[in-house]
T-cell receptor, first 114, second 115 residues
Framework: DTGVSQDPRHKITKRGQNVTFRCDPISEHNRLYWYRQTLGQGPEFLTYFQNEAQLEKSRLLSDRFSAERPKGSFSTLEIQRTEQGDSAMYLC????????????FGSGTRLTVV | AQSVTQLDSHVSVSEGTPVLLRCNYSSSYSPSLFWYVQHPNKGLQLLLKYTSAATLVKGINGFEAEFKKSETSFHLTKPSAHMSDAAEYFCVVSDRDTGRRALTFGSGTRLQVQP
């Protein structure tokens, strides 16, 4: 296990469709974070898990966004009824107990809504 | 709430000259601060971190940063720029006063290195 994997790398979807992204963290990391990065901006925090528990989701952008980590391993981020404003890079990161500087980021999923 | 402000959206230097990327932070607590680099189509990579030990922090690829509490600054420097340093750089603060340890990113500084 050499890093955090995200799939797909790119996703183009029509407005109104649902999309799901997957993140596979480093296996021994118990924390998993989702961030969104829009063009010209730094990533912004969306939600995070400790093992299978989602400990904060208040930063999810709307009720169209949901995330799961059913077995405490991989995670999925779903966006329902996509809008053009959802076009962004979605980044996943994992860490061990949130230790400072211990984050490893994936390469992200770039979503384009047309 | 914690935040960081990157004072320059773009910096252009010539190869072999010094690099200075400026960052100011705002935090109610003693912060954990980081610099990350993002190359095109690649993931974010940690350059260096400050976690209340030495105020001068050395990172990878010859970068270093100095934590100055009196100035609430955490500027990134490198003595001599290389073409491969061209990338987007983010100053980041961690909310280590809460349990979640989420990262708050600045808006980024794009570094261009001219030959």
């Amino acid at each position: 296990d050499t890093g955090v994997s995200q799939d797909p790398r790119h996703k183009i979807t029509k407005r109104g469709q649902n999309v799901t992204f997957r993140c596979d963290p480093i296996s021994e990391h118990n924390r998993l974070y989702w961030y969104r990065q829009t063009l010209g901006q730094g990533p912004e925090f969306l939600t995070y898990f400790q093992n299978e528990a989602q400990l904060e989701k208040s930063r999810l952008l709307s009720d169209r966004f949901s995330a799961e980590r059913p077995k405490g391993s991989f995670s999925t981020l779903e966006i329902q009824r996509t809008e053009q404003g959802d076009s962004a890079m979605y980044l996943c990161a994992s860490s061990l107990d949130g230790r400072a500087g211990g984050y490893t980021f994936g390469s992200g999923t770039r979503l384009t809504v047309v | 709430a914690q935040s960081v402000t990157q004072l320059d959206s773009h910096v252009s230097v010539s190869e072999g000259t010094p690099v200075l990327l400026r960052c100011n932070y705002s935090s109610s607590y003693s912060p954990s601060l980081f610099w990350y680099v993002q190359h095109p189509n690649k993931g974010l990579q940690l350059l260096l971190k400050y976690t209340s030990a030495a105020t001068l922090v050395k990172g990878i690829n010859g970068f270093e940063a100095e934590f100055k509490k009196s100035e609430t600054s955490f500027h990134l420097t490198k003595p001599s720029a290389h073409m491969s340093d061209a990338a987007e750089y983010f100053c980041v603060v961690s909310d280590r006063d809460t349990g979640r340890r989420a990262l708050t990113f600045g808006s980024g500084t794009r570094l261009q290195v001219q030959p």
